[in-house]
């Protein structure tokens, strides 16, 4: 059989439009079941969104209508819990106040007392003398020592009556006797010597310095009215000591300025000098 017997014996294509209308009918029916399922599920949901609506207007209702008597013992509640709280701050407050009432009393009982009392005589304080490095150490101030002899004088000042009458020539004679007397004894007394104690850093250049030759040359430095006393090394650093050295010098024979330029003239040895400590004795 030849292609073109086969296809004139096939109807297929003469009946495609009924074959087509018969495929229509099938999806239409298809998307009608579809579209009932979705109505289904639409009315279900419109159907719940109804019954919350429902439920919400009614819980409203129910809140409304409960604050309205609840709500006003709440108020009074919190309004009774405030003014317990304000009375009781209102005590505490009323406590302090006494308290501070009391201290106040006291305390002028105690002015009154102090200022009817005599005001004890304070110590005068001896004036400070600065260090170098800038802290500053109290002077001490020795009182002065009275002698035999100026008991004995005084004992005859007393005795001797200083506004006697002119008519008396030896009572006079007598003043003028005991006067000489005292001046003359007020002459041989030795004057007091104003000295100083004072602490010098010796510096070196390098740490091949020999430190026994520099403090021999410190100590060759002599004067009137210097006196010098103990010496130790102390460590700077990298190996390099410095030498501290005290020393007692009279005020107006010895200053700090001199002794620094005769140990400067050591300059094989000394690189500089400071004064590490500065007291009045």
């Given at each position: ?75 009074q ?8 709280s ?33 005001a ?94 520099l403090?021999?040359?410190?100590r ?28 007692v ?29 500065f007291?009045?004795?």
């Amino acid at each position: 059989m030849s292609s073109a017997d086969f296809l004139a014996q096939e109807k297929i294509w003469f009946d495609k439009p009924r074959y087509d209308d018969a495929e229509r009918r099938f999806y239409e029916r298809m998307n009608g079941s579809s579209q009932a399922a979705q109505d289904v599920g639409a009315n279900s949901i419109l159907q719940d969104i109804a019954r919350a609506r429902e439920n919400i207007q009614k819980s409203l209702a129910g809140n409304a209508a409960g604050p309205a008597s609840g709500g006003a013992a709440g108020d009074q509640g919190e309004l009774s819990s405030r003014i317990k709280s304000l009375e009781l701050e209102n005590q505490s407050l009323h406590k302090v106040v006494e308290d501070l009432r009391a201290a106040l009393s006291k305390l002028e009982c105690r002015v009154s007392v102090l200022e009817k009392s005599p005001a004890a005589a304070s110590p005068a304080t001896a004036p400070s003398v600065p260090y170098t490095n800038g802290t500053a150490v109290q002077q001490k101030t020795s009182a002065p020592v009275q002698d035999d002899d100026d008991e004995e004088e005084e004992d005859d000042d007393e005795d001797f009556d200083l506004f006697g009458s002119d008519e008396d020539e030896e009572a006079e004679k007598l003043k003028e006797q005991r006067l000489k007397e005292y001046a003359e004894k007020k002459a041989k007394k030795p004057a007091l010597i104003a000295k100083s104690s004072i602490l010098l850093d010796v510096k070196p250049w390098d740490d091949e310095t020999d430190m026994a030759k520099l403090e021999e040359c410190v100590r060759s430095v002599q004067a009137d009215g210097l006196l010098w006393g103990t010496s130790k090394l102390i460590p700077v650093g990298y190996g390099i000591k410095k030498l501290q050295i005290a020393c007692v010098v009279e005020d107006d024979k010895v200053g700090t300025d001199l002794l620094e330029e005769e140990i400067v003239k050591f300059e094989d040895f000394v690189q500089s000098v400071d004064v590490a400590a500065f007291n009045k004795i």
